[in-house]
C-alpha cells in the first residue's frame, strides 16, 4: 500500500498563498496519479486537482482555475498543490490521494491521507 501525510495548511487572509505537501511512503510513488480533494462540513467531499504518474497532465476543478498549481517531484515522493490569491470560499480540509487515473472521479483513487486544514479569513 501506499501511505499519504499531507501538510502546509494553516490560517491565511485572502488574496494571500499556501503550498500543501503530500508525501508518500509505501509502494512505488511514480505508479500513481495523484489528486487534491476538498471538504467543508455539510458538504460533498469536492475535487480540486489531478496529475498524471508522470506530472505529464494536469486537470484543476473550474473554481481553482488559473489561482491553484499542482505539481510533483517522485524522486521525493511527494505532490504540491500551490494555492494563491485565497478566497474565503477555499476554506476547508485539504485531502490528497493515490490511483490509478488522472481523474476528477473520486472513486477513482485508492489510498488517501489524513487531510490539512485551510483557513482563509475576510
Known amino acids: 500500500q501506499v501511505q499519504l501525510v499531507e501538510s502546509g495548511g494553516g490560517l491565511v487572509q485572502a488574496g494571500g498563498s499556501l503550498r500543501l505537501s503530500c508525501a508518500a511512503s509505501?509502494?512505488?510513488?511514480?505508479?500513481?496519479?495523484v489528486g487534491w480533494f476538498r471538504q467543508v462540513p455539510g458538504k460533498e467531499r469536492e475535487f480540486v486537482a489531478t496529475?498524471?504518474?508522470?506530472?505529464?497532465?494536469?486537470y484543476y476543478a473550474n473554481s481553482v482555475k488559473g489561482r491553484f498549481t499542482i505539481s510533483r517531484d517522485n524522486a521525493k515522493k511527494t505532490v504540491y498543490l500551490q494555492m494563491n490569491s485565497l478566497k474565503p470560499e477555499d476554506t476547508a480540509v485539504y485531502y490528497c490521494?493515490?490511483?490509478?487515473?488522472?481523474?476528477?472521479?473520486?472513486?477513482?483513487?485508492?489510498?488517501w491521507g489524513q487531510g490539512t486544514q485551510v483557513t482563509v479569513s475576510s
Open positions: 490521494a493515490a490511483g490509478q487515473l488522472t481523474d476528477y472521479v473520486i472513486d477513482t483513487y485508492d489510498y
Open positions: 509505501g509502494r512505488d510513488f511514480s505508479v500513481y496519479a
Open positions: 496529475i498524471s504518474q508522470s506530472g505529464g497532465r494536469t
